[in-house]
């Protein structure tokens, strides 16, 4: 049998469904999903089967119009992960259509898909009517050749395994780049620092949106097969140190409680997880943070 494997990048503007879309390609929850954008810093890879090929997905980060030195490091990474990959996905929002960030996208793949195997997948295609889908169709292939387009929901799985079967025929032949049971190359530390950011995320809303950063700074194996996990809160004020702690503590210990729970589904295992919360004003002008996400400091530079 031959067998093939290869790097597939997801790109898109942020919020367009990535996350989900690698997600439910991989089979488990390996990149974090919330409804704010911005959510996916790291370039976190998640490793699927489909036959003799094995696919490795590059969840870039949203493509957007940088601002601050952090969103300049995001914004390389992403065009980084697909500049270096096999093949390309361009995931597109179906009810909201060819954006300013999409025009922008579309303009910078002339240059980064050139010789490259580009996809087009319309996402969240129960939100609009079939019309306006071939229109959006049409309209994008006019303005890029893609090698293919595809229509599915990630959120619902339509579509996703004839996406998925096609990517497995692209890939070029050679040995796999995993393990076959190999489901993320971020180490476990990195994962369990994501989940627990995801849990604040989501608990906080628009209180605290990006003015943290979660770091794994010790992990233990104990003899009954357990593990202790201790992770650092990071953030910018005092104020914001407050907002996570919560009356009485009960915002952290709910945040810690649920990425605990969430961490032992995904280990298998028990977990103690403990978290503190430290106030570090300049953490986004700091190389050491940027590193402990898979960004390059550098890349930051105006």
Known sequence: MTTRAGFIALIGEPNAGKSTLLNR????????????????????????????????????????QPRRRLDRAMVAAAWGGAADADVIVLLIEAHRGITEGVERILERLQDVGKGRTVALA?????RVKSEALLRLTQDLNARFSFAKTFMISAERGHGVEDLRKWLAEQVPEGPWLYPEDQIADLPMR???????????????????????????????????????????????RDGHKGIILGKGGETIKAVSK???????????????LFCQIKVRPNWLDEAERYSEMGLDFRDGNA
């Open 122 to 126: 319309i996402n969240k295609i129960d």
């Open 190 to 236: 990195m994962i369990a620092a994501e989940i627990t950011r995801e849990k604040l995320t989501l608990r906080l809303h628009q209180e605290l949106p990006y003015q943290l950063t979660v770091e794994t700074e010790a992990w233990e194996e104990r003899e009954d097969g357990s593990a202790r996990i201790d992770q650092i809160i990071y953030v910018m």
């Open 258 to 272: 649920a990425a605990r729970e969430e961490l032992e589904e995904f280990l298998g295992r028990r977990v103690h």
């Open 25 to 64: 390609m991989v089979g488990a929850k390996v990149s974090i999903v919330t409804h704010k954008v911005q959510t996916t810093r790291a370039r976190i890879r998640g490793v699927a089967m489909e036959g003799e090929s094995q696919l490795v997905f590059v969840d870039t980060p949203g493509l957007f």
